[in-house]
């Protein structure tokens, strides 16, 4: 086997050419994805326990998929997903403000503010003002809350907008919801939130953060002492994707980064004692493993290690526009000290993704001038190859 | 609002008290705004006080600080904020080769950190 190459040997499938940079610049491509992947596949749209009571909502609005999507949890215990509009005349019933609009309901029903019409959490229509008025052709039973599919895996909601989607979340998942079983995602819940747009196609956001090859140069501001000493585990799982991230420390913490790793184990680049990860992950206990990187087929990257874990997503908007929001999750502190210490990791890890968001509307603007229309990937860069490969599969399907 | 004040240990600190901000958004503005002396000078007076505030502050339950020592920790959160620009990027008030900071939104940027509220909480 060929070290340089080892990627490309354990799956020879992928191919080695240069990949082409049309669907990162083409309107019509985006169109064809929109229709084959975000309104057919799974599509992981947060956390369970973001709506811990009956009544608590969630509208997740999802260009690409064409609609927002209400999650909220009903006096029963169970969440349930539905479009966010209203059955009179189309309204929205949630307000939404932006993206992601939260809010809660002590009656667990919510109400359209156009005409106030009022829905339960089981998407039944509750009430209509002045409903003697409509005609006998409107029946109220008939016009609850349009449902979307819903399923959970490890504490992750993910809906799929299709009628009838083609598989089960379990179906999608496949070895990949193995992989990951076990890991406490549900014990470190303490969850920041960045959002931003960016003026790229959501594969060119994707590829640069699924690659450990750049580590060395955007991140050499932030993380100065780390290098990467390349992918280990690399495992392709039918539309998934996952690897070992693997890094050297080569300097003892600056001295505030010195205290905050006493204070507490919450920062990327600080090291560790015992494991809480799966058995799957980092099998054989590298010294230098440093967070298993994957993909959940198609937007979301789910990274997990030691104390932490966090999750990048882009939502598309345009071809060439892309909502990203980096999650970044820890235990609660219980001290005032320990709350620092997670400041101090968040804010770099922060300016760590301030670095590799820099590159991603130049690569944009530089691909749609056409002046290179192929990008050339290493074996390192097999995630990236997976992905153009697994998307071209679902565009031509 | 009341002037911002220290514990008597820490009164030494009162050049800096204008570091003494609640939020996450309004430490990263300030940061992004100061001169580079002034981050050095803000990180040369906090560093060697920050293991000492961190110990005073832990003799209240994390959410319960009274008001008396709001200002203290609020500096140490703002040492977090400056110290990877005086430790790591040679003094600039920015991050180099960054992304526009601006358009970077923090949901949790607008808590009172101290609060030690979940980061999405009151959203």
């Given amino acids: ?397 | 609002m009341t002037e911002p004040t220290l514990p008597p240990a820490f009164a030494d600190l009162a050049p800096f008290l204008d570091w003494a901000l609640p939020t996450a958004d309004e430490r990263q503005t300030k940061r992004r705004h100061a001169s580079r002396e002034g981050l050095k000078a803000f990180y040369d007076a906090l560093l060697p006080r920050l293991e000492a505030i961190l110990a005073e502050v832990d003799k209240y339950p994390l959410g319960g600080l009274p008001e008396s020592h709001h200002a203290i920790y609020d500096m140490a959160l703002a040492l977090a904020e400056v110290a990877p620009h005086v430790e790591l990027y040679g003094g600039s008030p920015g991050v180099p080769y960054a992304f526009e900071e601006g358009r970077f939104i923090a949901v949790h940027g607008a808590q009172p950190t101290w609060r030690g509220l979940h980061p999405m909480a009151g959203i």
């Avoid at chain 1, 479009?83 to 939260?102: I, K, S």
């Avoid at chain 1, 997503?313 to 345009?318: E, S, T, Y």
């Fill in chain 1, 1 to 397: 086997m060929s070290v340089e190459h080892r990627w490309l040997e354990k799956y020879p499938e992928l191919g080695s050419n240069p990949i082409s940079t049309e669907p990162y610049i083409s309107p019509d491509w985006y169109e064809k994805e929109r229709e084959k992947i975000f309104r057919k596949v799974w599509l992981c749209v947060g956390r369970v326990n973001e709506l811990p009571k009956a009544g608590d909502y969630k509208v997740k609005r999802i260009e690409a998929a064409g609609t927002s999507v209400i999650l909220i949890r009903g006096k029963d215990g169970e969440v349930r997903a539905f479009h966010n509009v209203c059955a009179h005349r189309g309204n929205t019933v949630v307000t939404e403000h932006g993206q992601e609009t939260y809010g809660k309901s002590r009656a667990a029903v919510i109400t359209c503010r156009f005409h106030g019409w009022v829905y339960g959490a089981d998407g039944a229509l509750r009430s209509v003002p002045s409903e003697q008025r409509f005609y006998s052709c409107f029946d109220k039973g008939h016009n609850g809350l349009t449902p979307v599919h819903l399923s959970l895996w490890e504490g992750f909601m993910f809906i799929n907008v299709a009628e009838t989607p083609e598989t089960t979340l379990g179906e999608f998942l496949g070895d990949y919801a193995e992989h990951f079983r076990g890991y406490p995602f549900d014990s470190l819940d303490y969850g920041f939130t960045y959002r931003t747009e960016l003026e790229c196609n959501w594969k060119v956001a994707h590829d640069a953060f699924a690659e450990a090859y750049h580590v060395d140069t955007i991140h050499a501001g932030s993380f100065p002492n780390v290098f990467s000493t390349g992918l280990q585990n690399v495992k392709l799982m039918g539309p998934h994707r996952t690897c070992a991230v693997c890094l050297t420390l080569d300097a003892k913490p600056t001295p505030v980064a010195g205290i905050a790793n006493r204070m507490a184990g919450a920062s990327l680049v600080s090291q560790r004692g015992e494991s809480m990860l799966p058995k799957t992950i980092n099998p054989d206990h590298r010294s230098d493993f440093a967070f298993e990187l994957s993909v959940i087929f198609p937007n979301t990257l789910l990274h997990v290690s030691e104390g932490i874990w966090f999750t990048h997503q882009f939502w598309p908007i345009a071809h060439n526009r892309t909502l990203w929001e980096g999650r970044y999750y820890v235990k609660a502190p219980t001290t005032n000290a320990q709350r620092w210490a997670i400041e101090h990791a968040m804010t770099l890890q922060r300016n760590a993704w301030l670095e590799d968001t820099a590159t991603m509307e130049d690569t944009q603007r530089a691909m749609q001038s056409r002046a290179k229309t192929l990008q050339h990937l290493q074996d390192d860069e097999i995630l990236i190859r997976h992905g153009a490969v697994v998307v071209d599969q679902y565009v031509n399907a």
